[in-house]
């Protein structure tokens, strides 16, 4: 049986990692007492798979995980057990069951938001200005080091909505996908913009033929007779 | 520190969530409410620190009584070190971010000898002066405990008190008495105060007692300075440890720590008395745990941590009485659940490896035994009660079940070696990678021989002995590296120059401390890491200090020799010593009290204590 989690990430849990985060959900997974279902061979390790990873210092409104059970319990049941064995920041917000053979969190998810905002004031109409020459731009450079070395990209495609709010905060939506990612830091050295700042991930995405769809509405498998993804069902 | 400010530097460092102070379990008392406070302090970095089992047994002993509480601090790692220096931000607690300086009470582990320019730096990150001399009543008072509390005398300017032995119910009597002082006003008082500790058992308070030398530099006698102190400070010792607190919520770590396990104490102590191991000297009797108290520990631990692995900790965890009942009901009750079980230290027979086998079902790992000595002359002058046919089938047995690697742990320099010791590991490690290519399933099979230099420590029969120069140890180990060549075959060996600091540290006397000061302010910190240690520092400290580290390493002692740790007592008798140290010589083995024939060594009757075994006589003899 799998179960897909949705939580949110905050507080001092920000600064843990990818690995850290990996253990703490097992550990709290088996004190919850969870009939967690082991993988085979030498070493056997719980079945979890999470979405994309969030960089350390960030914090996620809408994470999430999958976990596969040896045998079902209810999500209300989940829900409070685990919730409970999870420790100050961390908040589990959703449980939901999944299909057989849904597809993985990060073969489906391909867009991620996030909400920059200033710790000092700005003037929404500057950026504002910024945003739409670059949205106009048809390619946006940035520099990016990977361990191949140094190289320019082009962002451009990967930039699905910038929006201004009028306090001067900055949303996001950008790739974030198995074949490529765009970094909101990226985006804000395009726009020149100085100052310091908090970047929030507000939330994960599956973007397909204009819509968006949260990873909780997309659970259902792919059908095979169609051989692609069917669009998803809105539970609840 | 406001958590706005600690948030800006934890972005900026390397794994911050070393400093957190939010892992599950960790405990987060009323600041007001509990007027006596203290900070435990493991003076290295978080990931061995939260792996010592007595942070977590202390950490709950306090924090479950009323009226105190107990925070963690850790030596920060370089980067944050930097960012506080920079930033004029003293060093904190990680659970409530305070000053360690506005704690009343600091406790430092001294689990080993290169910790202690850490021990500086971290008093001078926290704002503390260095020597207790210079502190008032505004500043915490220092405490020290753990193995290095068997020689706290190259500590003693720095420290208020040393607490000798277990601290379960110590530390508590300590704080409660700190309580009691403050709600009378004459927590002011720091004379009275540490009058006041120096009349608790257990306690030892350096500045009052004085050291007297001889001409040569030799101990002429530490004697109290005023009436009312004792002349001699017994070590604590826990009679029955089924009686003894135990955490059975202890902190489970963010990050990945050294022992990232479940640490199931099954006893204290070891009766093997080998002749180098101050473990087991100063850590007499053996009391071993209930069997069915270790398993209601072990289903609480699990429960409360979810940690994948449950260790059975002690010395010589084989010894345990009724180990295999243990490890066979732990198997079996957690297999299906995804915990291991696992034994970090195993005697070198059959037994153990069958023990082994029976906990790993997988067998992926290293099995790792300690000979400690080629040939066996000198592992009869060591007492290391196995010959080489115990080593032989226990190896032997160890492919037949399916090991591919194992580790042999040697140590050099030891008292009376010579070259056909050294040429013993060889033919030792020879004969066991043999075996392996004949048993190992594959044929491949690697031993890996590591070898560490002797440091005479004090409580052991070896506490008279000279450890080898420097120069004679790298001879020695090249030595070895020439003849542990080729396939299947790996060496590994320690820094001459770290043993050496070690051995100068171990049996040294107050003076010393003006050696580390000037080694921590020319730059020594975490040392216990290989990328840090710096011997051209403590060189240059021995120069300015005018100490001759020589006079301390490898110099012989005099049989009728004061030493520095000798008004302290840990049980073990001078007497008892003396006489291993002329069995030594004669290359007498001395037996294991665990055999029923009492040795001698003065603990039982000293301390008012016996050795507790649960399971009679242990069944397993091979
Ligand atoms: S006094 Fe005897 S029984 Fe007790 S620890 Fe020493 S040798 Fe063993």
Redesign the interface.
């Known amino acids: 049986m799998r179960f897909r989690i949705k939580y949110r990430k905050g507080g001092w849990t920000v600064y843990l990692g990818h690995l850290e985060m990996l253990r703490l959900w097992q550990r709290a997974m088996r004190r919850a007492g969870l009939p967690l279902a082991y993988s085979r061979g030498f070493n056997p390790h719980p079945r979890l798979s999470f979405g994309p990873a969030l960089a350390v210092g960030i914090e996620g409104l809408a994470e999430y995980l999958d976990v596969e059970l040896a045998h079902p319990l209810s999500d209300e049941e989940i829900k409070e057990r685990l919730g409970a064995e999870l420790p100050v920041g961390l908040e589990l917000i959703l449980v939901l069951s999944v299909p057989e053979g849904a597809p993985a969190l990060t073969s489906v998810i391909n867009a991620a938001a996030y909400r920059v905002s200033w710790d000092e004031p700005k003037d929404a109409e500057t950026i504002r200005e910024r945003v739409s020459a670059l949205l106009a731009a048809p390619v946006i450079e940035v520099v990016r080091s990977s361990k191949e070395g140094t190289g320019v990209k082009d962002i451009r495609p990967g930039v699905y909505r910038l929006d201004v709010l009028d306090n001067g905060f900055l949303d996001m939506l950008l790739e974030c996908s198995a074949k490529g990612v765009v970094r909101p830091e990226e985006v804000l050295q395009a726009l020149a913009l100085e100052g310091t700042y908090r970047l929030t991930r507000t939330g994960l995405f599956i973007r397909q033929n204009g819509r968006l769809l949260t990873p909780e509405e997309f659970v259902e498998p792919p059908s095979p007779a169609r051989g692609r993804h069917r669009s998803a069902v809105t539970r609840r | 520190m406001r958590d706005g400010e600690l948030e800006k530097l934890?972005?900026r460092v390397s794994r911050?969530?070393r400093y957190?102070?939010?892992?599950?379990n960790a405990v987060h008392k009323d600041w007001e409410e509990n007027p006596a406070r203290m900070a435990f302090i493991y003076p290295d970095l978080y990931e061995v620190g939260m792996s010592h089992l007595g942070l977590a047994i202390l950490y709950g002993a306090v924090n479950e009584r009323a009226g105190m509480l107990m925070e963690r601090a850790f030596a920060p790692g370089p980067d944050l070190e930097a960012l506080l220096r920079q930033n004029h931000i003293p060093l904190f607690s990680l659970e409530s971010h305070r000053p360690l300086y506005e704690f009343d009470v600091l406790g430092f582990t001294l689990q080993y000898e290169m910790s202690y320019t850490t021990i500086l730096n971290i008093l001078d990150l926290a704002g503390i002066p260095l020597l207790a001399g210079e502190r008032t009543a505004a500043h915490p008072l220092i405490i020290g405990g753990g193995p290095g509390a068997a020689n706290p005398e190259p500590l003693a300017p720095f420290f208020d008190a040393f607490l000798l032995g277990d601290g379960e119910e110590a530390l508590p009597e300590l704080l409660a008495l700190v309580a009691d002082l403050k709600k009378k006003g004459t927590i002011n008082d720091r004379r009275r105060v540490l009058q006041t500790i120096a009349g608790l058992p257990g306690f030892y308070v350096p500045s009052l007692y004085e050291v007297k030398y001889n001409d040569d530099g030799t101990v002429a006698e530490v004697v109290p300075r005023e009436k009312g102190v004792p002349a001699r400070v017994s070590k604590r010792v826990i009679p029955d440890l089924d009686t003894a607190y135990f955490p059975t919520r202890p902190i489970?770590p963010?990050?990945?720590v050294i022992h990232d396990r479940i640490m199931l104490e099954v006893m204290r102590g070891c009766t093997h008395g080998c002749r180098f191991c101050q473990a087991g000297a100063i850590y007499r009797p053996v009391r071993e745990r209930d069997l069915a108290l270790l398993l209601r520990q072990a289903e609480e631990l699990?429960?409360?941590?979810?940690?994948?692995e449950i260790s059975l900790t002690s010395l010589s965890t084989a010894d345990y009485s009724r180990v295999e009942e243990l490890a066979q009901t732990l198997t079996a009750a957690y297999a299906d659940?995804?915990?291991s079980i696992s034994l970090p230290s195993l005697r070198v027979d059959a037994f153990s490896v069958r023990l082994a086998e029976a906990v790993q079902r997988?067998r992926?790992s290293t099995l790792t035994f300690a000979p400690e000595a080629g040939s066996q002359r000198l592992r009869d002058v060591i007492n290391k009660g196995v010959d080489e046919e115990d080593i032989l089938t226990a190896t032997a047995e160890a492919f037949r079940a399916g090991w591919q690697a194992i580790k042999l742990y040697f140590m050099i320099g030891l008292p009376t070696e010579e070259e056909g010791d050294l040429l013993g590991i060889v033919h030792l490690a020879r004969r066991i990678l043999d075996v392996g290519r004949k048993l190992a399933p594959g044929g491949r099979p690697t031993v890996t021989v590591s070898v560490s230099s002797f440091v005479p420590k004090p409580w052991t029969a070896f506490q008279w002995e000279p450890q080898d120069r420097i120069e004679v140890i790298k001879r020695k180990q090249e030595m070895l590296r020439r003849h542990l060549k080729g396939p299947g075959m790996k060496f590994n060996w320690h820094e001459a120059e770290v043993s050496f600091i070690e051995a100068v540290l171990s049996r040294g006397d107050r003076r010393l401390s003006k050696a580390i000061a000037a080694a921590w302010r020319r730059g020594a910190r975490l040392e216990g890491w290989t990328e840090h240690f710096n011997f051209t520092l403590w060189e240059e400290a021995f120069r300015e200090t005018g100490i001759d580290p020589a006079f301390y390493a490898y110099r012989p002692r005099r049989d009728d020799e004061v030493f520095p740790w000798d008004h302290l007592d840990f049980g073990v008798s001078k007497a008892f010593l003396k006489k291993e140290r002329r069995r030594a010589r004669e290359g007498r083995v001395t037996a294991d009290c665990r055999s029923g024939r009492c040795s001698g060594c003065g603990v039982c009757p000293g301390l008012g204590v016996d050795l507790i075994l649960k399971g009679g006589s242990p069944g397993h003899a091979v």
């Open positions: 934890l972005s911050p969530s957190l102070g939010t892992e599950w489970v963010f990050l990945e699990v429960r409360h941590t979810g940690h994948e659940r995804g915990v997988v992926k």
